[in-house]
C-alpha cells in the first residue's frame, strides 16, 4: 500500500510540473512578447506643426526575433499634436514608423505604440518657436516718490505665447537708477530689474532691448511733498 501511494504521489507530482510548466512556457513564435522603441525617443522640436524625426517601434517574440506584418496602433496619450499615421504593420525587420507633429503649446508629449496588448512610449520635448517678441509685462505706467523704487518686468513670448527662457535683456533709462544693467529671461520668459526714480521728477522711459525688439516702461517720478 506505501508502494501504491508513494506512486500516486509521484504521478501527482508530475502532473502538477507539467501544468506548472505551461503556464511558464513562452508565448508562440509570431506572438508579439516586446514592443519597444527603436529610434526617435526623447527628441525635442519646435512647437507649431513642426516634424518630428521618424517615431521607430520594434516589435519581437519571446525569443528575441522580429516580427513582420503585425499591426501597430500609434497614439498620443498626452502632450497634444497629431501623427501622419495611426496604424500600420511591420516590416521585415519587425519595424513601423510614425511622424509626430508638434502643437502650439510647449511641454512634453507622449506618444504610444501598442501591438497584440504590449506597449511602448515615445517622449518629446516641445520646446517654444525660434520667432518671439518682449514685452512690459509688469511696471509700465507706474510710480513712486523721488527715491523709492519700482519694479520693472519684462517678458518674452513666443508667437504661441509660449515663454521663452534665456533671451538676453539689456537695460537703459533716461532716468534714475537701474539695480541691473543686463538680464536673462528665466523659465517662465521673465526678466526683472527695479529702478530707484529720482532724482527729477516727471516722466523717466526704461528701455529693455532683446534679439526680437526693443520696448519702453513709462514711469513716474513723484515729488515728495
Partial sequence: MKSLYAFRLALFAIAVAAVSACGESKLGPNVPASVSPASGDSQTILVGNHSSAPLIAVIKNSDGSPLPNIPVRWTVTSGGGSLLTLIDTTNANGEVSTTYLS?????????????????????????????????AFEGDGAAALVGFQLALVAKASDRFGNAIKGVDITWATNGGTLQLPTGVTDSLGRASNTITVGPDTGKVAITAASRFNTITFTVHSLPTN
Avoid: E, H, M, Q
Avoid at 504610444?112 to 496588448?117: K, P, T
Avoid at 520646446?127 to 514685452?135: E, M, S
Fill in 103 to 135: 502643437p502650439a503649446v510647449a511641454g512634453p508629449a507622449k506618444v504610444n505604440a501598442a501591438a497584440s496588448g504590449r506597449s511602448t512610449a515615445f517622449l518629446i520635448t516641445l520646446a517654444p518657436d525660434t520667432v518671439g517678441t518682449l514685452i
